[in-house]
Nanobody, 120 residues
Framework: QVQLVESGGGLVQAGGSLRLSCAAS????????MRWYRQAPGKQRELLAA???????YYADSVKGRFTISRDNAKNTVFLQMNDLKPEDTAEYYC??????????????WGQGTQVPVSS
């Protein structure tokens, strides 16, 4: 139906930047909100940022001012620009989207995750 694939993760030094991408594919009819989460070892999954299909955004306090979420609706892709990364940003980062396919109603889809280790 709908698949989400993240890319762009990798080892980065503290103070550095990374840009994550998440591309949706499949028999997509429509995508509503798209989100980025992260989960550090031993911690709960945390919502970082969200963007509606109209471009309205939400940021968690922990990333506000450092991370920017954006999307390309024509390419069914959402991005997360991460600046001034800190060791505490080390986590697995996940993409999430509310999408409808041509054969199913809206449901929540998850990507497989991408690792972002930040060295001090």
């Amino acid at each position: 139906q709908v698949q989400l694939v993240e890319s762009g993760g990798g080892l980065v030094q503290a103070g550095g930047s990374l840009r994550l991408s998440c591309a949706a594919s499949g028999t997509i009819f429509s995508i509503r909100d798209m989100r980025w989460y992260r989960q550090a070892p031993g911690k709960q999954r945390e919502l970082l940022a969200a963007i509606s299909n109209g471009g309205s955004t939400y940021y968690a306090d922990s990333v506000k001012g450092r991370f920017t979420i954006s999307r390309d609706n024509a390419k069914n892709t959402v991005f997360l620009q991460m600046n001034d990364l800190k060791p505490e940003d080390t986590a697995e980062y996940y993409c999430n989207a509310d999408a409808a396919s041509f054969t199913s109603e809206y449901r929540s889809y998850w990507g497989q995750g991408t690792q972002v280790p930040v060295s001090s």
